[in-house]
């Protein structure tokens, strides 16, 4: 038998009976949840709990989840939210009873969709009252006053708070990065194409007895370029690099041919890790495979083991690399300036993106900064959305090429 309904289940309602609602409500969790569960999932899901035993609990898990759930990644959220939901009342509390006989006192680390899944828990039950609010006195104060928006656009990302972050990282979620489309080599067949294709009518007269009654036509593919990110993740620029990979994963997310490295004293690609949907499923995958996370700093050793190894297979067709470094080489700049004069040779555009740009009085006296900045073609500031959204202009400007471009 199906185990007893819990508080959240919602009663006897309609000639569905009560079946029928809980299937809804579980929708609506699951909705919640950011799961895409619409009308089209939760009637395939009804007319599939009419071909399994209700009474089976495997039976009825495997039946919702085929018919309401379509990508492999949102499997591990269905399978809590279908825990928590068709449970049995009593089952948290003997747990409870069986960790403490066990002197089981610390939880288990959540994973991470758990939070996400408790919010949307939480819309379920009723909020308190909120308490009488005080009538607002009558002072207006106008000084320094500055829109909520525009202030986050220019703030700085190291000194933005908790809740700020969040919102610079829901704002980065939103940008769209078109970048230039190249002519490629490839054609492919197109009735209004420009040119024609001589190929395709000789074999298409065959048809005919060598008629020629129609002339096939042919236009040239164009695709944006791949884009590779190198992004530093030393102790210096652990702060920046946090929200930077969140602007890579929207990027990597949005579009094809995105490869993303990370580097401290090691290169890891993890372009991989960031195709996930999925945000804090990506990071924590990126969070495992990164092993030297606010390290030390070797950018000459990194980018010689991305010429050697990585730039033949992702550096084709006209790449365009994004280096975002603040150029402090714990190797004093050691075979570093080789190194970014042969990734520049490889690559159509190479922009160094350095959160140091962010200070008015910024000098290049450092030896990594003076040893990379003869080699790259655009030497742009990365500290705020601002910064992000020229980014974005620049990318997408189609007359952009080699150029030399300072603070």
Not at 319 to 327: K, N, R, W
Request: net charge positive; aromatic share 6%.
């Amino acid at each position: 038998m199906i185990p007893p309904k819990s508080a959240l289940l919602l009663p006897q309602a309609g000639p569905g009976g009560a079946l029928a609602a809980n299937l809804l409500a579980f929708g609506r969790l699951l909705r919640r949840a950011g799961l895409p569960v619409g009308p089209t999932e939760m009637l395939a899901g009804a007319e599939a709990l009419t071909a399994v035993e209700i009474g089976d609990r495997a039976q009825l898990h495997a039946a919702l989840r085929a018919t309401m759930v379509h990508r492999h990644e949102h499997f591990f959220l269905f399978d809590q939210a279908f825990g928590l939901f068709w449970r049995d009342p009593e089952a948290g509390r003997h747990a409870a009873a069986m960790a403490l006989m066990e002197g089981v006192t610390e939880p288990a680390k959540p994973k991470p969709a758990d939070r996400r899944l408790a919010e949307a828990m939480q819309g379920d039950r009723p909020k308190p009252p909120k308490p009488p609010e005080e009538p607002p006195e009558d002072r207006v104060d106008m000084t320094f006053t500055v829109s909520e928006r525009e202030r986050l656009q220019s703030m700085d990302f190291e000194a933005m708070s908790a809740a700020e972050l969040a919102a610079a990282k829901r704002e980065i979620s939103k940008l769209v990065l078109p970048l230039d489309a190249r002519p490629t080599r490839r054609f492919r067949t197109d009735t209004g194409g420009p040119m024609a294709d001589m190929r395709a009518t000789t074999r298409k007269s065959l048809r005919t007895g060598g008629e020629i009654l129609d002339i096939a036509r042919r236009r040239r593919v164009v695709r944006p370029p791949p884009l590779v990110a190198l992004c530093d993740i030393s102790g210096s620029m652990a702060r920046y690099a946090q929200i930077l990979i969140h602007f890579l994963h929207a990027i990597a997310n949005d579009r094809d041919r995105v490869h993303t490295f990370l580097f401290g004293t090691r290169l890891t690609n993890v372009t991989r890790q960031l195709r996930h949907r999925d945000a804090e499923v990506a990071f924590e995958a990126v969070a495992k495979a990164v092993p030297d996370w606010s390290g030390g700093t070797r950018i000459g050793d990194s980018l010689d083991l991305f010429n050697r190894l990585w730039s033949r297979r992702v550096l084709g067709q006209g790449a365009v690399v994004l280096l975002i470094t603040d150029g402090l080489d714990r190797e004093g700049a050691r075979g570093l300036s080789e190194a970014t004069d042969r990734l520049q040779k490889s690559c159509r555009r190479l922009i160094w993106l350095n959160p140091l740009l962010r200070y008015a009085a910024f000098q290049p006296k450092s030896q990594g900064i003076r040893a990379m900045l003869p080699h790259v073609d655009e030497f742009r500031p990365v500290h705020n959305l601002t910064s992000l959204r020229d980014l974005v202009s620049v990318l997408s400007d189609p007359r952009a090429g080699r150029m030399r471009s300072a603070a």
